[in-house]
């Protein structure tokens, strides 16, 4: 099967976003065994969605588009597809009850432009959307297929896996395909790949590097004729990349890396208080988004450096301070505070940064340095990924002696 892939937005011209649906619809589709044969991106005009479809139809079996499905008046694909086959919309009761009942779960009454998410036509079956109010569709038509979907990608990722993927399967032809992803912290992607060269280059299973904003994740799939040959060569190789990754695998695909940092916290009842001092409060950000950082984290104090400072004192006192003083503030069993000082360097490329990192808990603290230099945005940057990586495996060890 060949599909082609075809992301809908003015604001993916405009270069306002970046089109990360099309990245995770390309190695998704690998894992499938489809042939990706075109990614595309389209603006707001019927004209062009059109236009861009009839292409996608005679290139592939199969075209995938992310969004265009909202409420609004340049919301268009779902009338773009239906010119493209020469098919009437009508109102499908049953998907306009369940997003009216979407609204009334928030307390507000479904705006009637609404109305148009609940379209069908005769050639398209709905995809519930239980995080949104947009509906997908799975079009069959003269032996293709039109996977639509939203352009948010928690609900484009959720409705690809629940929705999509299962009615693809029998048109998938009589190989199967079975993928894991590993996910690391605290290795670079050309490490890793290093590391695990020899299982890389052995080519079946096929295995690849990611470098991802949440560490570097190994894909592993495997294809054979039936389930059970494909999910053991899977786990073969999950198991040989562990044994040499291991100490940097932090879990696989749905596995957040703040959820990864809080385990330990969540299995222990412990809790956590946060100091940012410089670094523009990116690890609070990726871990107040976890439901467990309700119970688990206290407080989050994000702060410039200058407001913390006292004359002269170093990054790494400045850490050490703060993490016993946010412990002892908020009475948690952890504190860790994070400092970045930044000093301009000849350019704004070359600004020098030192980072901190303090873990204060029931033993003695734990402490770590960084220095890089980098633009302003880069530096805090990986002081985030620092501070996440040095935070998972700290928590890990010190909870794991607390309990030993």
């Not at 019927?46 to 079996?61: C, F, K, N, S, T």
């Not at 940057?381 to 010190?398: I, K, N, V």
Request: charged residues 25%; aromatic residues 4%; contains cysteine.
């Amino acid at each position: 099967m060949r599909a082609v892939v075809l992301s809908i937005g003015a604001e993916l011209l405009e270069g306002f976003i970046t089109d990360t649906n099309a990245t995770f619809l390309a190695q998704e589709l690998a894992a499938l065994g489809v042939e990706l044969v075109g990614v595309r991106q389209v603006g707001d005009r019927l004209v062009d969605i059109v236009r861009e479809l009839e292409r996608g139809w005679q290139d592939a079996e199969l075209i995938i588009t992310t969004g265009g499905i909202g409420p609004t008046d340049d919301d268009l694909t779902r009338e773009a597809i239906a010119d493209l086959l020469g098919e009437t919309p009508a109102i499908d009761e049953s998907m306009l009850a369940i997003i009216s009942a979407f609204f009334r779960s928030r307390g507000i009454t479904m705006p009637e432009q609404n109305t148009k998410q609940a379209w069908l036509i005769p050639s398209a079956e709905a995809l519930p959307n239980p995080m949104g109010t947009a509906p997908g569709w799975f079009v069959r038509h003269q032996g293709r297929s039109i996977v639509t979907m939203p352009g948010v990608p928690r609900e484009m990722r959720r409705m690809w896996a629940e929705q999509a993927v299962p009615r693809l399967a029998p048109s998938l032809g009589d190989r199967v395909y079975v993928s894991r992803t590993l996910k690391t912290n605290g290795i670079g992607e050309s490490a890793a790949e290093k590391e695990i060269a020899a299982i890389i280059h052995r080519g079946e299973p096929i295995v690849a590097t990611y470098a991802k904003d949440d560490g570097v994740h190994v894909r592993i799939v495997a294809g054979a004729p039936e389930l059970g040959p494909a999910e053991e060569a899977v786990a073969r190789t999950v198991a040989e990349v562990s044994a040499i990754l291991g100490p940097y695998i932090y879990g696989e695909l749905g596995v957040s890396l703040g959820a990864a940092i809080l385990e330990p916290l969540v299995r222990t009842g412990a809790t956590l208080a946060l100091s940012e001092l410089g670094s523009g409060g990116r690890l609070s950000e990726l871990l107040v988004e976890e439901p467990s950082a309700e119970r688990r984290l206290l407080a989050s104090v994000v702060q410039p450096w200058e407001q913390a400072t006292a004359p002269g004192e170093s990054a790494a006192a400045l850490a050490a301070r703060e993490a016993a003083k946010i412990r002892e503030r908020f009475g948690a069993d952890f504190g860790y505070a994070i400092a970045v000082r930044m000093e301009p360097g000849e350019t704004p490329d070359v600004t020098r940064g030192e980072v901190a990192l303090c873990l204060a808990g029931p033993g003695a603290p734990v402490e770590r340095g960084h220095r890089v230099n980098a633009i302003p945005a880069e530096v805090r940057r990986r002081a985030g990924l620092w501070a996440a990586e040095f935070l998972w495996r700290a928590l890990h060890e010190q909870v794991g002696a607390a309990a030993g």
